[in-house]
């Protein structure tokens, strides 16, 4: 008998150890461990709203300790460096060597710079709390620079919006706020209608959108792109894609494009090794299951619950199905686009859905109230 570890202290990760803790009677005194290389929790879907100033950090940060505290579950604040699955042993950064019987993957992805040195040197992410507070500190203090945005997704988009809203509210008439996407169109994967609901949302923002271009070359006092413009005096924000952390990509085995794992009906990658959120690689029709908060919760409690299946000698466990309950865009003006149950939403009232759904899944009950707070203070400004 050995010890239950988890790896990562996000939504799939604490689902997954709520879960668990729940029923201490099967785990016959099994550990639960998590292990997170930062000591909070850190809702990411509020984060461009964080940068944006309209979400104090501390509304969107959980102490993982004293949270985990009150589950009766050990928390190690380090990073992981390795996994050998053969041996059943997660290598820290810090020497430690943790055993384990079950293992959950959980440690979500980060941004990814794609082998750009002088990008990752210079650009501002939003990987965390502490990532938006430095993005708001930087545009604070030097509102009048070129920004721009690599990465015309759901994150680009969103930070855009949110930083177009707080210049405006500063009062700072000639802002440059500038989307570089080196597809064809933002929002890749979204559906014509809301591109053309997002486009015409950030236009009103005056935030610039130059798609099929890309970083050509960057230096201390100017920004080159593939298309021939140069942006002087610039800052930059980085949102063009994401990856797992280098010990999952070293785990021989199956991955996606973005070095997910790639798990069986029952999220395992491994006899008794199981994936969640961020980190698994979903099969969903003929594709995999996008990134989503909603399907991370769902996960990580079926990954829990087939553990308690197998410490208690149950040979079936329970399939993984994904429920899509809708996506949705939010923009800082109030507005947003997506849909609900495949039932098309737009204007503040799918804004107010998208923070009812942040409300309701954040942790803690002084987020919770916090988040509410902001929400209904914005619908005032």
């Given at each position: 008998m050995g010890d239950i570890v988890i790896i990562g202290g996000g939504f799939a990760g604490l689902e997954a150890a709520r879960v668990l803790a729940k029923?201490?009677?099967i785990l016959n005194n099994r550990r639960i461990i998590v292990v997170d290389s930062k000591p909070t929790f850190d809702f990411l879907p509020v984060l461009p709203d964080v940068s944006g100033s309209f979400v104090p950090r501390s509304h969107v940060t959980l102490d993982l300790r004293d949270h985990l505290e009150g589950l009766k579950?050990?928390?190690?604040?380090?990073?992981?460096v390795r996994v050998d699955v053969k041996t059943r042993e997660v290598f820290l950064r810090n020497n430690t060597v943790l055993v384990f019987e079950y293992l959950v993957v959980a440690s979500g992805t980060?941004?990814?710079?794609?082998?750009?040195s002088e990008a990752q040197r210079r650009a501002l992410k939003l990987d965390s709390a502490q990532d938006a507070a430095v993005v708001?500190?930087?545009v604070t203090t030097y509102p009048f620079k070129k920004i721009l945005i690599?990465?015309?997704?759901?994150?680009?988009v969103e930070i855009a919006s949110n930083l177009a809203a707080l210049l405006r509210r500063r009062r700072i008439k000639k802002y440059s706020i500038n989307i570089i996407e080196k597809g064809d169109d933002i929002l890749a994967v979204l559906p014509e209608w809301v591109k053309d609901y997002c486009r015409i949302n950030l236009s009103a923002l005056r935030v610039s959108i130059f798609t099929q271009a890309s970083l050509k070359e960057i230096t201390d006092k100017s920004v080159?792109?593939?298309?021939?413009?140069?942006?002087?005096?610039?800052?930059?924000?980085w949102a063009a894609g994401v990856n797992t952390p280098s010990y999952v990509r070293q785990l021989e085995v199956e991955k996606d494009g973005q070095g997910r794992l790639a798990v069986d009906p029952y999220l395992r990658f491994g006899e008794t090794c199981f994936a969640a959120g961020d980190s698994a690689a979903v099969k969903y029709g003929s594709g995999v299951l996008r990134m989503s908060v909603q399907f991370s919760l769902c996960e990580g409690r079926v990954a829990a619950v087939n553990i308690l299946r197998m410490i208690s000698g149950k040979k079936r466990l329970v399939k993984y199905r994904p429920i899509d309950l809708g996506l949705l865009v939010p923009l800082a003006n109030k507005k947003a686009a997506g849909y609900l149950l495949r039932v098309p939403v737009v204007g503040i009232f799918g804004w107010l859905?998208?923070?009812f759904m942040c409300?309701?899944?954040?942790r803690g009950l002084n987020n919770k109230s916090g988040i509410l707070f902001d929400c209904v203070k914005r619908l005032f400004l």
């Open positions: 029923k201490r009677k579950v050990n928390f190690e604040n380090d990073e992981v980060g941004t990814n710079f794609y082998g750009m708001l500190n930087t690599i990465g015309g997704g759901y994150t680009g080159t792109l593939s298309n021939g413009l140069i942006f002087e005096d610039y800052l930059l924000v859905c998208h923070y409300i309701f899944r954040s």
